[in-house]
Every structure is written in structure tokens, then in C-alpha cells.
């Protein structure tokens, strides 16, 4: 039995583009007879609202997924995550750095297309003999990169979006532990997959260089290689990613405004190449003949006006 998860994240709310990756992610899975669970990633230090937890809860529950099991939170998990530092700590297989991120926008060459900012240029690889070295020094605790081999291709192979490979030089050394003393994401939801045995992974295309740095702490850590697919995202009309420069377009604004999540539902529907009026009875009634195939390859277009109130 194949077995998922939604990991949404507790630092804002949910808009129409999570909505669309997470009904794909529970139609994909349902379908096919497999589990899905639900762990909430609230590890982002200060962006982390309380109250967010129980609003995404109930963003899922009003769209009409449900999930299999107790909610976990990533936080709670957090000597799982050590351990797995540790392990790559002994294997010298990270490094502490003491950059910040103006010192590394000052010294790469090249920015990186994603959300992570510039390619980490390498300053502090072979820097410091230890964290307590670099603090001493630097006056800075330090962060803990990933030693990210040179000169390799990491290939993944993308249920929905194909072959894909990325040259270790455009990932960069990236961090699995920060300076606060928290695992980064990368580490976190490799640890949290293994442990919680998901081997199926739907979620947005621009997590696809993720994918590749991930790959490399499985393969470092001796995890297993869940089957991944990578979807489209929704933009907006100018071809951006969605976000609060296109409106509000959360489910809880949605709400608000006396949207009904029928029509929530059938828009959704819309994007993925579904049908409209099957989504209006429930994420369940899109569940006889699906398949990811179906899911068009370019991006869904937010438009203002496509779900007015009636």
C-alpha cells in the first residue's frame, strides 16, 4: 500500500496553489488504495504562527480532505533530526559555516532561481576544525552545510515531470542545521519520511532542486528513495508564482468572502483536468478514473473574478 502525506507549512495560510497540490496529492494517493498522512512542517522559526496550525487544520477539512492517523508536528520530532546530524557530522560530511546571508550574496556569482537565495559559493568548506573553532573566531554560532560532491549529476526520476538532473555546482553546499539550532528543511523531511515510511511524495515543480539535495541525504544516511512527482504550480497573470501581490487568494479569505469550498472544489477541478461538476460533490467523487497523467503540464493561471461569491 503506497503511503503519502500533506506537509503543509504553519507560516501564513493556505491559498488556491497549496489547495491544488494537496487535492492532487490526496486524489493521487486515495485512488490507488494508499494512506495519506498529515505533518505539519513548523520549523520556520518566527514565521511559525500558533494559530496557524488550527487554521490550516480546518482550511483542509473545510476543502474536504481528510487524512489517515494523528497530526504530527515536525517540532516534536527534533532528536530524530539530531541524531541524523550527528550521523553526518561523524561521517565529515558537514561543516559549519558562520556566513550570513549578505556575506553570501556578496560572494556568489550567481543567484539561484529558487526560494534559497544565491548558490552558496563554498567560503567556509575546510574553514574550521569545529563548530566551537568558527564561534570563537567569528563571534557568530554557526550554521552546518551539506559537503555537496563536485563535479556530479544528481538525477531524479519525476513521476509526472520525467528525468530530471541537476549539477551538484548549481545546488551548492546548502544547510541542514541552522545557527538557532533547528534542522533545516532539507534534513527535516528526510528524516520525517523515512521514520514515518512514506514512499510517495506529490508536491509543487519548484521543489524539484530540493528533490536532488535531498536525494544526496537519503543516499548519505542510508534512508530509503521515496517515488516522487512534481506538478505544476499556480501563477498569476504575469506568470508568477502565486502570492499576496495577486490578492487574496487564501481559503480562509475565500471564506470570508462566502465563496463555497463546491466552487473552491471545481475550479481546482478545472486546472487539473478534471471534471467540474464531480468536484462540487467532494474530492471523493474525482476518485473513479484518475490519474496524474490527466494533470495539464503547464501551469493553472489565476484569474480576479474566477471565484466571485454567487
Partial sequence: MPRGRLAPSPTGVLHLGNARTFLLAWLDLRSRGGELLLRVEDLDGPRVRKEA????????RWLGLD????????????????????????????????CS???IERAASAPHAGEEGPVYPGTCRGRWQDAAEA???????PAWRFRVPEGQRIGIEDRFAGHRSFPSEGLGDFVVWKRDGTPAYQLAV????????????????DLLPSAARQRLLQEALDLPLPRQAHVPLVVGEDGRRLAKRHGDTSLAG??????EPAEVRALLARWSGLD????????????EGFALERVPRE?????????DPG
Fill in 53 to 60: 496550525v488550527q487554521a490550516t487544520l480546518e482550511d483542509l
Fill in 67 to 98: 487524512w489517515d492517523g494523528p497530526v504530527v508536528l515536525q517540532s516534536h520530532r527534533l532528536d530524530r533530526h539530531r541524531a541524523a546530524l550527528e550521523r553526518l557530522q561523524e561521517a565529515g560530511l558537514v561543516y559549519p559555516c558562520t
Fill in 101 to 103: 546571508r549578505r556575506d
Fill in 135 to 141: 564561534e570563537a573566531a567569528t563571534g557568530r554560532r
Fill in 190 to 205: 528526510v528524516v520525517d519520511d523515512a521514520e514515518q515510511g512514506v514512499d510517495e511524495i506529490l508536491r509543487g515543480e
Fill in 254 to 259: 475565500l471564506r470570508r468572502q462566502g465563496v
Fill in 276 to 287: 467540474e461538476e464531480a468536484a462540487r460533490a467532494g474530492p471523493a467523487a474525482l476518485l
Fill in 299 to 307: 501551469p493553472a493561471v489565476w484569474r480576479p473574478g474566477l471565484l
